[in-house]
Each structure stands twice: as structure tokens, then as C-alpha cells.
């Protein structure tokens, strides 16, 4: 639905601003309802002064140990020691050197596995500070492992089979809910198919399943029937020989058994470490730091979720994730693997992230992780972040991330002042999936209402970040597969690859934390040959965009896309002939009703076996010597 309220989305210096509307932007926001029980006892207790730190000192039960800490006490399990739940425990800092088992099956260090069982984690706002994962974190560190399984769904989200209009008060999908595992009184949101970041998503309860996989809808409380109320498209285009597009809204199911929640957004006052600089990323990893260039005054604080260095592990399946983040201090995110280097275990499948402020899932410093089945609604700044650049193999397979709200919009779309990266999280480029490092996997994804959909970014950040700067060459990284994709729309770009990209041969490995040798990033080889890898973005799709492409790249091939209905279908400033000498830069390809602006550069720019439908126009090195980019 498009919204009357005209707002510009937030820049980076826009805080007073946020914190101004903030009652505006979350008034619609969710976090599910908790047991009474639960509320009375932990919902901001906000105890700032707990001193007693107590150590058990042999393995018992939940409640054994409940009388033994008591609610305002730093709990310890040392190493060799287990914890078994059998009842609510409520601490005040919970720290497991040792083992925690909450199970209705097997058990781990800290393993919470329910299968069919309500479970809650509830992280609270009380002053208290760890000195590696810090304030209001459920975080492994030093080798520490956090396993938590809630119920598996067969999918976490589907397609509208056919369109939702005006008055209806059910939906038809094209899956069955009962097989993939929904259920009546779980919540759902409906993916905006409008153009160019201009629509609101729609949420609802389950009401009721019917013949030809419906939903009956009840309102967003379960209270009353649901009516949708603006237009949801579904409809398939065939673009080709056993090809088409699924132009249909997600719907997206954000109900999980187990529930990671804790106390309100909480805006706190920043400390004046640094007169007029930027503060070190330690500082702001620390606390909330003040920022003069950005006008960073305050920080908002929400839960998150870490594991931090070699050796820790963090895994999260079929659980919720809400009210998270930390805008404006370092590395608190929703969900955060930080520094860990090789991490197949850390397996962030099928959950369900809402409701955050600043970033939903971010890579750091990590390689071989999955990032599979999640869906992510209403997370202000990128959904999926990868950070510095060395990241390397991580799966990133069949995600869904909606904004939820128009850009232009009272809500300002998903933008978010004052994090560490104005181009992720700003109206500059706030993107669904925003990566430094192109060596990752992007399968199967789809992005809606986005300002971006997919942004690989190497502009501004030509030797790497953080950790790594000045020791990567991102211009030059093998392109990791990036096949199925849809991104629509977007208010920006949908595929977006920013901007000088031109992948070679290098020695980048996961064994050497994905840090090439310098040298080894040129141009030509020691004998005088182009040192080009040809990299192939396939079968994605991009609809109801205002761009799709990229700026200045080479040795990339568009093979089986689909571009429909885009300002421009493909926007491509400069490139070069293909390392091979004779493959073609799009290929077997459907593009429909918008422009095609074409690059300049070294070398003919080939178009094979293509399908131009509808009104199609062409500019031909559509960018020399315009403005300061051509």
C-alpha cells in the first residue's frame, strides 16, 4: 500500500531525527507475546548494581541452581559442570564455562533442542557487562559453543499462487501450509510488489487452512478476520525455453517454539572519547561512543547474538530473533558471527529475525558458514551484512528479506543513522543482502522493498575494512555463485556491483583467512596474459527496479536473467572483452519494457541469444564522459 506520508529516508547524520520519530517508526513493529509469568519477573527490572558472583561447584538441575543464585546474582558453571533444565531459571548473568542442557531430546554445552515445547531465552536490560560479548548479549566466546534447535519447518515461507486484492480475507499459496509445517495462529507477513521501494508489507494470523493451499486470515492479534487492504501481485512470465519468473509475493512465516526476546529498545547517551575524531573500532565496540562527523549522540540498544573467534560456534535453527541490535556501537547485531575464521558449524537455518535496528545476520571474519531458510522482516540497516572483505565460501541459501516499509513512507523505509557503514544501512544504499567480499555463495534468495536488493560494494573500500584493510584487493576477488536470485522492488538497484570489479586469478584461500598476497592481484600474468577468472551470475531475476547492474566491471556474465520492468534493465558504465576472448557479457537472457544502458570501455560488448519484449531502447557507451564517473 502506498503511503501519503512523505519522508525523506534517514542519511547518516540523520540521528535526531530517529530518535525524534522513533514512537512512529516501531509503533508498528512486533515482538510476539510472552507468558505473564515471564514479564512479571525479568521485563525491564533495569538492576544496574549486581556484585554477588557465585560458582557451582558440582552439576545439578535448573532448579537446584535457582535457589542456590537466586535472581540477582552473576551465575558461574565452570568448565566440567552441567546444568540440566528442568524449570524457569531467572539470573542475573548467566556465564557457562561449563555445560547448560535445556532439552526434549539430546543434549550440548549450551544446547537448547525443542522439538514440540514453548521455550524462551530472555535477555535483560540490567547493567550488567561481560567483558568479551558485553551488555545485553546471549554470546559464546573462547571456544564456546551455543546450539539452540527449535521446531523444524519443511519452508519458512512461500509464494502468493495467485493475487491478493482489495476486501479478500484469505490467500492461496503456492505450497500446502499444513506440509510446510505452519500452523493456525502463527503470524505471516505478505511481501509489497510494488515499484521502487514505495510499499508496505501486510501482516496477519492464521486462521484457518482450506482447499487449494488458503489461509484464512484474521488481523495481526488474532482477534478479528483479516482484509487485505492493497494489492499483493502473483503471476508467472515465461521468458524462454524452461524458463520463467515467479513474480509473486513472499509470504513469509515468522513463528517460531523458541523465542530470543528481552527489554525495550533502550536510547542511551554517548561518551565524548574523542573531541573531533573518529572513535578506534575498539572504543565503539565498547560502548556507545560519540561521533561528531556523523552527529552521533545516543545509541539505541536492543539484545544480540555473537560468537566471537576461533574455535566458537553459534548456531541458531528455527528460532525467533527479535528486538535486536545496537545501533551505534560496534559488532551488536541480531545475529553476529565475529572473527570465528572456519565455521561450518555455525548453521543459522530457518529462523525467524524481526524487529532490529542495526543490521539482521552479519559475517565478520568468518568462511563456510550457513545463512539457509531465514526469514527477516522489519531489521533497519543491511539483512544480511558480510563485513571486512577476507569472507570466503559462506552459504547464503534461500533467504527472504522484506522491508516492510515504504521508503518514502513515515517509517522511511529500513534506513538507520549512525552505524559504522553509512553505505549498508543509509538511504545512500541500505541494501538486503550488502557484501565486501564477493567469494561467498548467494543462492535461492529473495529481497523485497529494499533500497537495494543485493549490493556487492567495492567502492570506497578498495583495500578492505576493519580487520583487514589494506591487506585485501575486493576489485579482484573471485566471484563466488550467485544463481536464483530475485530482487524487486527496489528504489535503487536490484543486482547492484559496485564499482570497479574485475575478478582474476589469485592465491586467496580459507586457509589463509582469505588474505591474498598482494602481488598476486594484477591485471596480466607474469607472462604478459590477461589474469581475468571469469565469473557468471545466473538465473536470477530483477523486476520492478529502478536499476540493475553495476558501474565499471569485466569478466562478468549475465546468463539466463530476467529484467522486467526496470528504469534500466541493465545499467553497465565501462568493461572489457572476456578473459577467454569470445564469451559474451549477457547471454540467453529476457529483458522486457525499459532501457538498456550499455557500457563503453576495451573491447566489443557481446549480446547472445537474447529475448527483447515490449518496448526495449538501447544507449551504447551511455556514460563517457558524464560527470565525474564517465
Known sequence: MQTNNVC???????????????STLIKDSYSAPLPRELTTTCKNQNKDSVSTVKSITTSMLSSDLQI?????????IPAGFTVTMNSNLNVAALVLSGSLVW????????????????????????????????????????TGKIRVSGRPLARTWSLLADRATYGMSSISLLHKPEDMGWRVGDRIVIAPTMSGSR?????????GFETNNTIKLLNK??????????????????????????????????????IITGDDFQHVNCVNDVADGKPSDSIQA?????????NRNKCTLGLHTIAVGPGSVLSLQYTRIEKCGQRGILGKYCVHLHVITKCSDCKIIGNAVEYGHQRGTTIHGTHLATIENNVYNDIRGAIIYIEDGNEMYNRIFYN????????????????????????????????????????NYAIGNRFANNFNGMLYQEQGFDRGRGHVNGLECPSFQQIGRLEGNTFHGCGRFGTYVLASVFPKKTDRSVDKNGLPTLSTCKEWSAIGEDNGLPATFMHNI?????????????????????????????????????????????ADSFYDSGNLALPGGHGAFILENMIFNNEVSFESSHHCQSGVTG
Not at 8 to 18: C, G, N, R, V
Not at 221 to 229: E, H, P, R
Not at 409 to 436: F, H, I, M, Y
Request: proline share 1%.
Open 542 to 586: 530483477d523486476y520492478d527496479n529502478v536499476f540493475v547492474g553495476q558501474y565499471n566491471a569485466g569478466d562478468l556474465q549475465y546468463r539466463f536473467h530476467t529484467s522486467i520492468n526496470n528504469n534500466n534493465l541493465i545499467y553497465w558504465k565501462e568493461t572489457k572483452n572476456f578473459q577467454d576472448g569470445c564469451s559474451s557479457h549477457i
Open 68 to 76: 542456590f543464585c537466586g535472581t540477582e546474582t552473576i551465575c558461574t
Open 8 to 22: 525523506d529516508a534517514f542519511s547518516q547524520q540523520d540521528e535526531s531525527a530517529y530518535i525524534d520519530a522513533f
Open 286 to 294: 565498547d560502548h556507545c561512543s560519540c561521533w561528531k562527523h556523523i
Open 221 to 258: 492479534d488474532g482477534t478479528s478476520i483479516g482484509v487485505i487492504s492493497s494489492f499483493f501481485e502473483s503471476k508467472t512470465l515465461f521468458t524462454g525455453e524452461n524458463m520463467s519468473a515467479l513474480m509473486q509475493a513472499e509470504v513469509i512465516n515468522l513463528s517460531r517454539n523458541i
Open 103 to 142: 532439552n526434549d531430546v539430546n543434549g550440548g554445552q549450551f544446547e537448547m533442542n525443542l522439538a514440540s515445547k514453548q521455550g524462551y531465552i530472555y535477555i535483560k536490560n540490567n547493567g550488567l557487562k561481560h567483558p568479551t560479548v558485553y551488555t545485553r548479549a546471549f554470546g559464546a566466546y573462547n
Open 199 to 207: 510499499g508496505d508489507a501486510e501482516d496477519y494470523t492464521i486462521g
Open 400 to 439: 527472504v528479506g522484506i522491508c516492510p516499509w515504504a521508503k518514502s513512507g513515515e517509517k522511511r523505509g529500513c534506513t538507520v543513522p549512525g552505524t559504522d557503514n553509512d553505505q549498508s544501512d543509509t538511504t545512500l544504499n541500505q541494501a538486503g543482502l550488502w557484501g565486501l567480499s564477493f567469494t
